[in-house]
């Protein structure tokens, strides 16, 4: 089963079951975060996990198997996105990127923050002035390797 | 001048003199995230705070005018983003985006986070397994109008 | 079942019951411009407008609950857009852009219009020498934060 | 001379004159929005036109010259657009598109509007909820000819 | 039904009743070149019209209601043009284009040839050294409006 | 010299002299049509023509020179043309491309319209609705070779 | 039927018999260039060509039809091509391009090689050193028009 | 001394003194193609080879060194093409591709045919009915390896 | 049989049979990356390797004798990769590139390493601060001939 | 100074100086693959490497110190490559990615190879049947953090 066909039945399935993405991450001891990041299709599984998630959301052994594979990444995001929701943080890249990247040089040297030893959290804040929305990426930082 | 003349001077300038971003940014009373932002020709200053930076780096009249120059943004990042470090928060938008996108529809309902009414910070924190770039993207949730 | 597909069905049963989105919008109490909007794939119904909505076009249940859920916008029109139509306001962009972010500069200091606490409207204007086509985007101004 | 370097100048000596787009389009009985559209590299002066601008903002002849010459548009917006003010615009195309297409054909038949025989405005509203900027956008509808 | 199908059953219809576009042009009383336009996907047709098409092509309802619908144009053409005979139009854009902008101004000042108030004709010209194919391109005039 | 440096020289003693691509082409016993195509970089003038056309715009003798060197064309009009005139042409393309290439196989079978034996002609029609651009593409017919 | 599909049945009903394309070309008395280039879908059969190639490939009668229609062309290679043995004539152009237009002007003065009044042919050449492709495209050089 | 400078300066150097590439290839014992094809910037000569340009076309020392350094092949020319002569070699891509692709296969297996132990020539070929541009491209065959 | 779908079925048998690429490479006596090459549609198999894979996942005959069939190759990976581990790669060429070539001409003179006559290993290298993924790629120099 | 103008006089410099990259690595200790990546605008050097470097190739201060700045990596090579070394390491991308991908999860589960943490070494490896370029990518295997 394509993983594109499982996102969709695990949306579908989510949004019948009126679950939020805490509820299913709550069952397998995961962050909603990440929980949400691999359910729609970016992450892996494992088999107990995939197994747990299948009896939560009714999803047929297959699905539950094609959970569990490590998936092509990053093919559900048209660049430049359209939705102006993902693309405000493309729009961030434009015209904050130069000072997040001088910042972090300046603060570990040469190198970079991962994407992959990386987790990110997001949190709702209230503010008299309109609530707002704190999204934090938190990831290990790489320094270049010379040899 | 062209606001890239300027920007280049500034980078020249604070590294001959040895600054960091923090330390313009106390001249001015601002975060070193803004001050970084705006002097790499994304911002724009006050007749005040230009006046200041100007002395602090040894600008020209000319250079100081332009600071205060609202600015066309976003020209200077390619996209994709060929340098490493930015490329990874282009990934983090195709890999992390769907989750975003939803995480936040499910705390906020319809609408955007802000990259307007909207702060960063970036801090280095220390991790016995390697330290870590915490960046925290702060912006005021926006609900999608219906009239 | 798909966004796309609920749009598809909307505009089919539309010209079979040779409706105008006025007439839907009165249904809903909304005007025609947002109604058509959302309808076409690109805002979210309440529960009970997308109920009252289902009522008049005769869409099955699965239809209607589509119409609450928050789409992924922007993906029906390819950029540049093909249809003349449609063009034209890319060619506004492209001619007069550079004038609209000056003068907006100008009356209000950095910032933007809001694409999302906005709202639109399109009308009719008789003239003797050919009737015009007046649309009004209406944006609340959003200052550039410095923190 | 090159019409980007015209525009260069005039940009140059508005500011250090302290002028807006209103000062110079009374001087030429035009409006502020074809002014700026004009004098931002994008519209033709008659030789009267150029002649009271050259004065008022001290241009050189040939700079008055080259403002008489139908230009090539288009050429200074980046598409899809870096900067946020004007991306604001293109995705309202990208989201409200549909709507708008949908919206004439249903008021005025099959044709577009004009961007030629076209004017435009924008204001600055008061509103306590936060000011709005109302940009106003009129052409004369063209019907797509059969022969 | 979507306008993509309908063309390709007119087409397939064309085909096997070895008609030619001037004997579908010639029921409903319209040219040739605007006939192949609009049954190719690109045009509007009239009841009447598409009654009248219908029963000579041997289309169901639905597809003669579709023909009534105004389209999304320009979809079938990818662009550059792939196909050699579409192509050599475009390279005529590519090489004679700065010459046609130049001329049209030097006869008519600043504006354009409508593409909407436009009607066009294709022949065959017999030639000694090989027929030709004459193609005329007549649209309006439209000046750009100063307002 | 580079072509587009000599373009930019004919252009500006065009405009100084007051000439019209008429006049240049009387000069050199040619269309005005293929006289603005070559001089605008497009085309190959011979000695004879070079030397006429210099004399006539004062051009010094590398201009002359290279004028009759083939050129690398279509190096000026960037795709999609963002000048509205030329994009006209192009929409026609999106819009009418289908049936061209239709219309040119029925009345001449599998081939194309040669784009280098090839004249075009561009009039003024006066029309009381508004006088009218003429275009008048003219190409050899060429028909797939099979062997 | 799709042109796209008449070329999948025809590979796979050459595949099934063994044939080669030289196989099929006699049948219809053409090479064997362009035999595989129409029947992959870039040319045109005749109504007797065509009922050949069916019967010896086996082909229904609506794919016969099918192989007489005029294609739009190029639809099938993606550029730059993705596959190693198109790419390289793609490199050939990029690395090549720039002599093969100098030597043609050189030998013929301005003006193209035809890719319509066209041929081509394939050989395998011994050669002890590894037998070499010898790929000779041979068309009618058309010389630019003036007038 | 940048490769394109050289490049210019042996293009003006070889027109100035009437040579053909012919005569610049017989003084260094190599084709007229490749001599071409090296000197336009696409291959390296032995400095031998380079000093002997050097004196014919009398280059300066530091221009005659940088014929002898590797080149970065294939940025003189745009893809897609805007020349049609360089674009008619793009054409046979799209429309021959799949043809020479399959017949290259038929005849060798599966591999490709070199570009770089490659050379190609191209001649005149005199005919009645109009001289024909022959080009002839000669690659060793590569066959994939198997491992 | 289209060869994506051969590709489906044997990334399907390969999971529900537990198998690696190291135990389908042992049965056609290949390595573990020319077989998953290979199967992934990249690459050929004769009959006799056909007939042993489908033996082992089993196949259908359809779909062995698709894998005889040389593919069009390259067509499933996006570019830019949007995968982060492909993605790499991707970066690898951007930032190391440059060195690469300059490097392999030090060592080779003028030419390229042979992505044909080409093999390639992939190791896990353990090392206690983390093991490493060590990647050879082993291909052939070819010289650029000169002729 | 731009990175860029370093980089053009250290090639510069080095041809002149006949030195290879291995030479130059000695000074600094480091080994001759890394050297070229950083000297070639993709590395950062210390100070006191940065000075030895300088000492050799006879580099100015500003050049000794735009050395120590942190370069935007990537900007040098154009995607997809033009220059066929180049091309064939992105070649092996589209054709052995797959493959790449599949053996790494394989033998590491879940992850990517880091290209931060990374080193790579370029041999000449002898043959008899031509002498073969074997590239080693060594990089750290970074699992994917769940949290």
Redesign the interface.
């Known amino acids: 089963m394509e993983r594109a066909e499982v996102t969709r039945r695990i949306v579908e399935a989510k949004?019948k079951l009126g679950l939020?993405?805490i509820d299913i991450a709550s069952v397998i001891d995961?962050?909603?975060?990440?929980t949400?990041?691999?359910l729609?299709?970016?992450?892996?599984l494992t088999n107990e996990e995939s197994a747990k998630v299948g009896d939560l959301l009714g999803l047929d052994p297959e699905a539950v198997?094609a959970l569990t594979?490590?998936p092509?990444?990053?093919?559900?995001?048209?660049?430049?996105?359209?939705?102006?929701?993902?693309?405000?943080?493309?729009?961030?890249?434009?015209?904050?990127?130069?000072?997040?990247?001088?910042?972090?040089?300046?603060?570990?040297?040469?190198?970079?923050?991962?994407?992959?030893?990386?987790?990110?959290d997001?949190?709702?804040?209230e503010?008299p002035?309109?609530?707002?929305?704190?999204?934090?990426?938190?990831?290990?930082?790489?320094?270049?390797?010379?040899?």
């Open positions: 949004r939020k993405w995961r962050s909603e975060a990440w949400a990041t691999a729609l299709g970016q992450g892996t198997a594979v490590i092509y990444r990053g093919t559900t995001v048209p660049m430049p996105p359209t939705d102006p929701l993902i693309y405000r943080f493309y729009e961030i890249l434009l015209v904050y990127g130069p000072a997040i990247k001088d910042l972090i040089h300046e603060k570990f040297g040469d190198g970079i923050m991962s994407a992959i030893d990386y987790e990110m997001i949190q709702r804040v503010d002035k309109g609530d707002r929305v704190v999204v934090t990426l938190n990831g290990k930082f790489l320094t270049y390797k010379k040899w």
